[in-house]
């Protein structure tokens, strides 16, 4: 049997940089909220009608917002490590759902939640679990804490994610840039292996396309999504080897000049319990969501393009 690969990431670093980048993520988390829709959406294929529902990894609250509209007459918590995110979320309630802030978003390391167990019938989880490093101990939370025969509906990045940059850097030197992501079918392994019934895992590829390099680094930044691996580097990357890297990247740059950035989003859902649940209708195609101001995404190879302010 293989050996998988270690997700090994920075909880401090994680809290710090998704922290300071609240503020201003949701401007700039275009394919985090193009995911989100597509991640709702699977709902349409599946039965279920959750009065206790959280969202694992919350975030500025995007999701928990959406799962609201949803799901009207549920009870939804949103948990997330950064205090800074949790702080943001709050901020965005309306006025006369304000004293209830501190209920409906808590900050909280989604691998240790303050709930009780079999007390969720639905946990959602939208690009949150690639910053764990033990998805095993996630997976076993998720599964004390979910009723059985609750649902479980997640989104996370693949191992392919951001190849190019990858790729780019090793031409420079064997230090760490950019963080690894744990494999698709590693995933539905640990599933498995936490007693969740009928896991089904399925991914695509989005492309996000920009001006340059450096602006691709820079809005991995703006996002709190730069190299929070525990192996990184401890020294600043210097410029001549920043040029460097800039220069191995040309070798991707598309036939119209954009700069590609690949991502392998990963979906998953499976059940509590022993379950047997209904399984998933097969579907082809995602319907594009409406508010991203143009952009063009389609079926199961998608494109984003990111263009430099004026």
Not at 33 to 59: F, H, M, N, Q, S
Not at 121 to 139: E, V
Not at 182 to 210: C, K, N, R, W
Not at 227 to 238: E, K, P, Q, V, Y
Request: with cysteine.
């Amino acid at each position: 049997m293989k050996n998988k690969a270690q997700n090994k990431i920075d909880s401090k670093l994680v809290s710090q940089s998704f922290s300071k980048a609240a503020v201003n993520y949701e401007k700039h988390a275009v394919l985090q909220k193009e995911v989100a829709y597509r991640l709702i959406e699977k709902l349409d294929y599946i039965k279920t009608d959750p009065k206790v529902i959280i969202d694992a990894g919350c975030g500025t609250g995007y999701c928990t917002r959406l799962l609201s509209k949803k799901f009207p007459k549920a009870k939804i918590t949103g948990f997330d490590l950064a205090p800074g995110m949790v702080a943001y979320a709050q901020s965005k309630m309306p006025w006369y759902r304000k004293p209830f802030a501190h209920d409906q978003y808590q900050v909280a390391d989604i691998r240790e939640l303050p709930l009780e167990d079999n007390s969720v019938d639905f946990i959602f989880s939208n690009l949150s679990i690639q910053w764990i490093s033990d998805i095993d101990l996630c997976f076993q939370e998720w599964q004390r804490i979910l009723k059985p025969g609750g649902l479980l509906l997640f989104s996370t990045f693949g191992p392919d994610t951001l190849f190019q940059l990858k790729r780019s850097w090793a031409a420079v030197d064997n230090d760490i840039h950019v963080n690894h992501f744990t494999d698709m079918h590693d995933l539905g392994d640990s599933l498995i292996q936490q007693h969740f019934a009928q896991p089904v895992m399925d991914a695509e590829v989005i492309t996000t396309t920009y001006d340059n390099v450096k602006q691709l680094l820079k809005e991995l930044k703006a996002i709190g999504a730069n190299n929070l691996s525990s192996d990184r580097a401890a020294s600043l990357t210097g410029k001549n080897k920043l040029q460097q890297m800039f220069l191995a990247y040309e070798q991707f740059k598309t036939a119209d000049g954009w700069i590609p950035a690949s991502w392998e989003v990963v979906y998953g859902h499976a059940w509590g319990g022993d379950y047997q649940g209904p399984k998933m209708q097969d579907k082809e195609t995602f319907v594009l969501s409406k508010d991203l101001n143009g952009s063009s995404l389609a079926g199961k190879s998608s494109q984003i393009k990111y263009t430099e302010a004026t």
